[in-house]
């Protein structure tokens, strides 16, 4: 319907004239139409009154026609304009069926493309347009079912530079090279899908998650393809946030931009989406619980093995250190300080025990070396004064040590100590030894009439406990978190107050308990500083147990001179996720690295000086070999196995100044971080060694010595195979644990 205007707010009407084209006429429903809305009789039907802006008024005030009158001219146009191009139909139809069949195909012709429909809607014409004249009538020659149409041209001649009509560029020519480029990009799928069917036939699928940028380069130089491979325009690895196992030791990337992207790198991401839905057979991760080793396939392995925690955490290696005595004749004693769990029931008490012996011969020890050293001050009526019935009970205490580790005890059952810490003597002895530490105390003058004795019976205990040189006389111990690594939460405490504090204070972690180990206090120095050993060892089975040690390991100085007097971690911890906080103290021996670290070929010759012979490959590296199978043995009925599975492992070590190899913890996923000269060679070395050892050859010895592995030991075969149903089926033995005395 068309609206008609008034500009002085008059009452308007809708209309739709009767003069329009013939054939929209003679429709029914056309007709009933036009009737109906040609009524005038009731006006208002019709009628609003519409909102006119300020600035429509002043445009249709500079008009010389009414809104009416233009809608008028519009409408005679129009049906001007489809009369015109309805005779133009009728022509050209007549002239197409009178037409000859012509004698060339190729005769010039313009199609005619407008049709009735798409003329009736085109209906909108300005006053200033003029009707569309007439086009005459074109020459008809050809069929139009034999018509070939000219190739389009460009544009007019006047709009291009050189005044020359640019045609497009030939078929054939498009079609040859689309067909080029075609057949090169399918050359290049069947290639790169060649490529993927064969990684999968000879299962070369792999996957890494974690900073192992070393393997990955090794795997892919044998031809090896990675699963959900990102490229370095995809993401940047190295800020990747890896949130690891508290018993992992890695805390950085290795990753290296510069050698960790080849020049086939577009292909690699390409053939790498071929295989996305592919099952990888070699799984490589940070923390162990990515890897459910339960539904691995036999075709798969991994890089470590499941519920590794029975050695990997310090809580869980200090109750394998308990248990050794069943799958072991070695002592724990011998190379491992003396550990328990502050949170058993089981072990608070024993380590209470043996903080009070040890707090006992702490103080004998200080008074014979006061009297050989002549430091002996002896002060009557002093506050601070040790009293010579103290130092009478701690010879007791020392006397029954030795009987009991002797096992001259059985039959004496009149002198039983009791090992109260709230006892009045253990006050009186335990307040002693805390004025020892701190150099505030004098002697009672009838002590030395003991000196005698007291020597005699502390050589007699320094033959019978393994422990008592590393002891010292400070009774000072480690109280260290459970589950967590890289020195973090670790303490060095003297105080039984204060150990016990933490206890009762609940400050524990969620995953496991605080454990409290008997600190080394007399290791063996390098220009008077603190270092500790780090050894890789590699397990690559458990059924029968596996074991290898690497050839090769590094040493991590602390940065600042030993001393007992002040407990900082700077001091006392050596691993580098501590060390890398505090700046090297100017006190330090310049002769020492000024990165930490240093590697096995200087440190074997610094004990070569200090002793005489290569106590390192003759000694320690034997015994290093021999405790680590022992506790993997000891380990092994908890782990879950999985054939081909293997699992690299850093463990801590340290020696005493009387060159006594101890056992710190066990590292899994030891870090690579490669921050020092020797850590970057030695980190890179020992993946690659270990990708080497693990794909290329057949775990044998002789294939490892070529990788610098080296066989540490090997488990009895273990039959996997479930008994016969109804032989010791319901057979279940109970029992308690009997707690070993420490000092034996």
């Known amino acids: 319907m068309l609206m008609q205007e008034s500009y002085e707010s008059k009452p308007i009407r809708f209309t739709l004239p009767l003069t329009t084209h013939k054939k929209l006429l003679q429709t029914p429903a056309i007709k009933q139409t036009l009737i109906s809305i040609d009524t005038y009789d009731n006006p208002t039907f019709f009628s609003y009154t519409p909102k006119i802006s300020v600035k429509s008024r002043k445009l249709a005030s500079k ?6 009158e233009r809608q008028q001219l519009h409408l005679v146009r129009r049906d001007k304009f489809f009369e015109t191009e309805q005779e133009s139909i009728l022509i050209h139809s007549r002239s197409i069926e009178k037409s000859v069949r012509p004698e060339s195909l190729f005769s010039k012709v313009i199609p005619f493309t407008r049709s009735l429909t798409s003329l009736q809607k085109q209906t909108k014409i300005n006053k200033k347009q003029t009707p569309t004249p007439q086009q005459p009538e074109p020459e008809v020659t050809n069929s139009p ?4 149409k000219e190739r389009p041209q460009s544009l007019h001649l006047n709009s291009h530079k050189d005044s020359k009509r640019l045609n497009r560029p030939s078929t054939d020519k498009v079609r040859i090279l689309k067909s080029f480029y075609q057949s090169k990009s399918t050359d290049k799928n069947i290639v790169l899908k060649t490529r993927a069917n064969r990684a999968v036939n000879n299962k070369n699928i792999f996957k890494v998650k974690g900073p192992y940028n070393i393997m990955r380069r090794q795997l892919r130089k044998r031809g090896w393809l990675e699963q959900d491979y990102e490229s370095k325009h995809s993401k940047d690895r190295t800020k990747t946030n890896l949130k690891t196992d508290n018993d992992t030791d890695s805390s950085g990337s290795d990753y290296e931009s510069s050698s960790d992207c080849p020049s086939d790198e577009d292909d690699y991401c390409a053939v790498t989406r071929i295989i ?4 990888p057979n070699f799984i490589i991760t940070l923390k162990s619980g990515d890897t459910e080793s339960k539904f691995l396939t036999k075709s798969q392995f991994a890089n470590h093995f499941r519920r590794t925690g029975s050695f990997t955490t310090k809580s869980g290696l200090t109750q394998t250190i308990q248990d050794l005595a069943w799958y072991s004749d070695s002592n724990p004693v011998d190379f491992f300080p003396r550990c328990f769990l502050l949170s058993s029931a ?6 209470i025990q043996d903080y009070l012996k040890t707090a006992a011969i702490s103080i004998l020890k200080d008074l014979k070396n006061s009297i050989d050293n002549g430091t002996f001050k002896s002060m009557e009526n002093s506050s601070s004064q040790i009293t010579n019935s103290t130092v009478k009970f701690a010879f007791s205490v020392c006397n029954e040590i030795l009987k009991s580790i002797q096992h001259d005890d059985v039959d004496d059952i009149s002198a039983v100590t009791s090992y109260d810490e709230n006892s009045p003597q253990w006050k009186t002895l335990l307040e002693s030894s805390y004025r020892l530490k701190a150099q505030q105390i004098t002697w009672e003058n009838a002590c030395k009439n003991l000196h005698q004795e007291i020597t005699a019976l ?3 205990l320094r033959d019978v406990m393994p422990q008592f040189n590393m002891d010292g006389s400070c009774n000072i111990w480690i109280v260290k978190p459970g589950a967590m690594s890289r020195g973090r939460g670790i303490k060095c405490l003297s105080r039984l107050d204060a150990i016990l504090e933490i206890v009762s204070a609940r400050v524990l972690l969620k995953e496991g308990k605080y454990v409290v180990q008997k600190y080394i206090e007399n290791p063996l120095l390098i220009e008077g500083t603190k270092f500790d050993i780090r ?3 590699l397990v690559t089975d458990w059924a029968p147990l596996t074991v290898w040690m690497y050839r090769e390991c590094y040493v991590r100085f602390s940065g600042q001179p030993f001393s007992l007097e002040n407990f900082h971690e700077s001091i006392h911890l050596c691993n580098n ?11 330090r021996s310049s002769k020492l690295p000024t990165d930490n670290i240093c590697d096995l070929e200087e440190f074997s010759q610094y004990l070569i000086n200090i002793t005489g012979s290569d106590i390192w490959n003759e000694s320690l590296f034997e015994k290093a070999k021999k405790i680590l199978f022992s506790l993997m043995l000891s380990s092994s009925p908890n782990i879950e196995s999985h054939k081909g599975s293997f699992e690299l492992y850093g463990a801590d070590f340290m020696i005493s100044d009387d060159l006594q190899l101890y056992l710190l913890e066990i590292n899994s996923s030891p870090t690579m971080a490669r921050n020092t000269q020797v850590t970057k060679r030695l980190c890179k070395q020992v993946q690659e060694d270990t990708i080497r050892f693990v794909i290329d050859s057949q775990k044998s010895k002789q294939q490892a010595e070529s990788c610098n592995w080296v066989f540490a030991g090997k488990g009895p075969k273990v039959n996997l195979q479930s008994p016969p149903y109804g032989v010791c089926h319901d057979m279940m033995v109970l029992g308690k644990q009997i707690k070993p005395h420490r000092f034996c």
């Open 458 to 460: 502390l050589t007699s």
């Open 535 to 537: 050894q890789w060892f």
């Open 577 to 587: 996720s501590i060390q890398k906080n505090y700046s090297v103290s100017i006190s």
């Open 63 to 68: 008009l010389s026609t009414t809104f009416q």
């Open 346 to 351: 089981d072990d608070q008490p024993v380590f």
């Open 276 to 279: 996305r839905n592919a099952l």
């Open 145 to 148: 079912t034999h018509v070939k």
